[in-house]
């Protein structure tokens, strides 16, 4: 794929109507579906390799899965949506690694700045923030144990859910997060283009 500065338009425009439209559903019905983020992610690789041969559909699967990653753990390991995973990574093999990259840390941030807000405005910013550094201890003892240190943090598949103190459904829709993050990751990318 091209450099952050040569991202196209077309793959701008795709990935911002393609976050939009994730944004709506995600509000809607509280899921980004397959129909969305399938066909972008192939044809997000499909277009790395149109556009540059086989180095850009590596380039385009190497960002598929570098943006995804930090959301699959979020999925495995603390309950996050699947499909934001997906959009994701379907967002990177669009964009490539250095746009993706910037993009990334744009939705990360936008993604803490909305969960804090969502958490203060039901009251429970502190009950989340004791959650929040709860289990970054358990990841950084998990981290710094080695292979042992990963039993802390692996979800037990036989045991059946438990109720938590913080209702699922009422959880944050993740997809305006991506779209804000996306907005914010295109202009700082065109800023620096200058």
């Given at each position: 794929?091209?450099e952050?500065?040569?991202?196209?338009?077309?793959?701008?425009?795709?990935?911002?109507?393609?976050?939009?439209?994730?944004?709506?559903?995600?509000?809607?019905?509280?899921?980004i579906p397959?129909?969305?983020?399938?066909?972008?992610?192939?044809?997000?690789?499909?277009y790395?390799?149109?556009?540059?041969?086989?180095?850009?559909l590596?380039?385009a699967?190497?960002?598929?899965?570098?943006?995804a990653?930090?959301?699959?753990?979020?999925?495995v390991?603390?309950?996050?949506?699947?499909?934001?995973?997906?959009?994701?990574?379907?967002?990177?093999?669009?964009?490539?690694?250095?746009?993706?990259?910037?993009?990334l840390a744009?939705?990360?941030?936008?993604?803490?700045?909305?969960?804090?807000l969502?958490?203060a405005?039901?009251?429970?910013?502190?009950?989340?923030?004791?959650?929040?550094g709860?289990?970054?201890?358990?990841?950084?003892?998990?981290?710094?144990s080695?292979r042992?240190?990963?039993?802390?943090?692996?979800p037990d598949?036989?045991?059946?859910?438990?109720?938590?103190?913080?209702?699922?459904?009422?959880?944050?829709p993740?997809?305006?997060?991506?779209?804000?993050?996306?907005?914010?990751g295109?202009?700082?990318?065109?800023?620096w283009?200058?």
């Amino acid at each position: 794929m091209a450099e952050v500065a040569d991202i196209s338009a077309i793959q701008w425009g795709v990935v911002l109507g393609a976050s939009l439209a994730a944004a709506i559903t995600d509000i809607r019905s509280r899921r980004i579906p397959n129909a969305l983020t399938v066909p972008l992610a192939v044809t997000g690789l499909l277009y790395g390799l149109s556009s540059e041969g086989l180095g850009g559909l590596g380039q385009a699967a190497a960002a598929c899965v570098l943006v995804a990653l930090p959301y699959v753990l979020l999925f495995v390991f603390a309950g996050g949506g699947a499909g934001d995973a997906k959009m994701m990574g379907a967002i990177g093999a669009w964009l490539g690694v250095q746009a993706g990259v910037v993009v990334l840390a744009a939705v990360a941030v936008t993604g803490g700045a909305l969960g804090l807000l969502n958490l203060a405005a039901k009251r429970q910013l502190c009950a989340g923030l004791g959650r929040i550094g709860a289990s970054f201890y358990v990841m950084m003892v998990a981290l710094c144990s080695g292979r042992k240190g990963w039993e802390l943090v692996k979800p037990d598949l036989e045991e059946p859910t438990k109720k938590t103190d913080v209702d699922q459904t009422a959880a944050m829709p993740y997809g305006p997060a991506i779209f804000i993050g996306v907005c914010i990751g295109a202009y700082l990318v065109h800023s620096w283009k200058g």
